[in-house]
């Protein structure tokens, strides 16, 4: 089945970056239209929200909203809210270089920002592995945002303790690293180190109440062990909620129609 339309959307960070996104508006049914799901990615009935939701997806490193996984995550996520899914700067069609978690904080805020501009008075941002900690990371430190969702990420920097994790490193910190990275996943990466290191998501997840924040993990997520998801969640304050999901992988393309619908559902109940 077609996703939900969306439309382009080129944003600005403060820092001058151009952001390429997109704005898929809620999918609420017709007066008097049958809200029985209309085809395999929905989940359920529709839920008649309030029109005043919105809700920005982070996509994971190497990631971009363009993707079949993305645009499957947004489909299903519209029936909760409007939604403005954005490439990370150094990711597809967004300029700039990516700085893997620390700068990418200004392009969550862009993204909330017109969001808010569009007429979404409550907004929700749902990040997935490092847009996850971005996701924490802006809550915490821009703030500005009505909920969080942390899927699948890292509570601290430089975890090297699975085989992919080493291979994320080997593409980060080495010349032949970054150009495969440029070549094979369109992803422009920032030569040298942090300087200073940011600071890591365990530690803003702490700064992130009153906001509600809700931590998912799988059990067979081969990047991140749930160690990451407790230590996230130790790290918080309440209120906040923590998922261990088992069976389920890590990130976007692990994501079922139901684990986001279930993820849409909680927005909503923290927007009731």
Do not use: C
């Amino acid at each position: 089945m077609p996703f939900a339309p969306n439309f382009p959307v080129m944003l600005r960070t403060v820092d001058g970056v151009r952001i390429d996104a997109s704005h898929t508006p809620a999918r609420l049914p017709a007066a008097g239209a049958d809200p029985a799901p209309s085809g395999p990615l929905d989940v359920g009935p529709l839920d008649v929200g309030p029109l005043d939701v919105g809700i920005v997806v982070a996509h994971g490193f190497t990631g971009s909203w363009r993707e079949r996984a993305a645009r499957r995550i947004v489909h299903v996520l519209s029936r909760y809210g409007g939604v403005v899914a954005f490439d990370f700067r150094g990711h597809g069609r967004s300029g700039g270089l990516t700085t893997v978690g620390d700068a990418e904080i200004l392009d969550v805020d862009a993204a909330v920002r017109h969001a808010r501009m569009v007429g979404y008075s409550r907004v929700a941002v749902v990040g997935f592995s490092m847009g996850a900690a971005v996701a924490v990371r802006h809550a915490g430190l821009m703030r500005g945002v009505d909920a969080v969702v942390a899927v699948s990420g890292p509570a601290r920097w430089y975890y090297r303790g699975t085989r992919p994790m080493r291979q994320v490193h080997w593409a980060i910190e080495g010349r032949a690293g970054r150009l495969a990275a440029r070549l094979v996943k369109r992803t422009r990466i920032a030569p040298g180190a942090w300087d200073p290191i940011p600071m890591p998501p365990h530690e803003a997840a702490g700064l992130i109440t009153p906001v509600p924040l809700l931590i998912v993990h799988g059990e067979a997520d081969t990047f991140f062990p749930v160690e990451h998801a407790h230590q996230l969640h130790d790290g918080a304050r309440e209120p906040k909620e923590l998922w261990i999901e088992p069976g389920y992988g890590h990130a976007e393309t692990a994501a079922t129609p139901e684990l986001i619908g279930k993820i849409g559902k909680w927005i909503s109940s923290n927007f009731s």
